[in-house]
């Protein structure tokens, strides 16, 4: 059986005050902060071999902390030769192409032929951050979502990344189809999102202490008889976000079973176009594109009436 590591740091001199969990994220780039706040709570982490169990509570200079770390979870994802996309790879990330219908990692009712299995048969060389069935997986798409992931090679990369993405300076641009002509030409959608009571597979939009602050901006680029072709900026990254927010305002997603119309289509119309961050190995901002894919063209030339 595998041993506890114990991870003995000082805090060097001039150091800034910061949240424990957040210092300690920086400092241990293998473990999520998700992990690190559930470790710090258990009493694992000590100053001065005294448990600190508030996540919140700031560091100062000349601490001495010990952190009593988990052994590693052993992975059982199996690799898998899975034809990927692939729009970009160096010795940091890999850029892919998702297309719909394809899921992100296992899980109930999907334990192989995923995104996940796909890239382990790709390379072993994939951060381990993210917990053993997600090897290399900083985010993720919907099942029936198209488009542009970053995938990380390292932890120290998947800690940079996250941090953009929790930081909200990752640039997310998506394309839509949805019902109904849109009357503003651009606006911003402002509802909290937690999971629907009704239906513990949905989110719904909720004004409770549990929901989550969710912020989406949109921007119409053409309305035809029945429909609206978006641009989408989510400025926060909720679980079912844009489907969630579209629907609240009366223009549920084309093809969207679980919050809209399926119009025929056989997944959501929604696509993720524009992946913009600051590239960890390079330190330089870099942007990659996904086109808008076969199915959804001939749905927009369907509705242009040209079909």
């Given at each position: 059986m595998n041993r506890p590591e114990i991870f003995e740091h000082r805090v060097p001199s001039g150091t800034a005050p910061d949240r424990l969990d957040r210092y300690l994220v920086a400092l241990i780039p293998q473990m999520s902060r998700s992990k690190i706040q559930k470790i710090i709570m258990d009493g694992k982490v000590c100053l001065r071999g005294r448990p600190m169990r508030k996540p919140s509570m700031f560091i100062s200079s000349g601490d001495e902390w010990t952190v009593e770390m988990p052994p590693p979870e052993e992975s059982?994802?199996?690799?898998?030769?899975?034809?990927?996309?692939?729009?970009?790879?160096?010795a940091w990330i890999i850029v892919i192409d998702k297309p719909a219908g394809l899921v992100v990692h296992p899980g109930a009712g999907h334990a192989t032929g995923t995104l996940a299995n796909a890239l382990l048969g790709h390379t072993t060389a994939l951060s381990k951050r993210g917990g053993p069935l997600k090897l290399g997986l900083v985010h993720r798409l919907d099942k029936d979502t198209s488009g542009v992931m970053v995938v990380a090679k390292n932890d120290e990369t998947h800690a940079k990344l996250s941090e953009q993405f929790a930081g909200r300076s990752v640039n997310r641009v998506y394309l839509a189809l949805v019902k109904g002509r849109v009357v503003r030409d651009n606006g911003t959608i402002d509802a909290p999102i937690g999971r629907d009571p009704a239906n513990r597979k949905q989110m719904a939009v909720r004004y409770t202490e549990q929901s989550r602050e969710a912020i989406t901006k949109y921007k119409v680029l053409e309305r035809m008889k029945g429909a609206t072709y978006l641009e989408l900026r989510p400025q926060t990254g909720r679980t079912h976000q844009l489907r969630v927010h579209l629907a609240q305002i009366g223009h549920p997603i084309l093809g969207d079973s679980w919050y809209g119309v399926t119009a025929g289509l056989k997944r959501q119309a929604l696509h993720a176009h524009r992946l913009g961050f600051e590239h960890?190995?390079?330190?330089?901002?870099?942007?990659?594109?996904?086109?808008?894919p076969k199915d959804l063209q001939q749905e927009l030339a369907r509705l242009r009436g040209i079909a």
């Open positions: 059982t994802l199996k690799a898998e030769k899975i034809p990927l996309a692939i729009l970009h790879e160096d960890p190995g390079v330190k330089q901002y870099t942007e990659f594109v996904s086109p808008f």
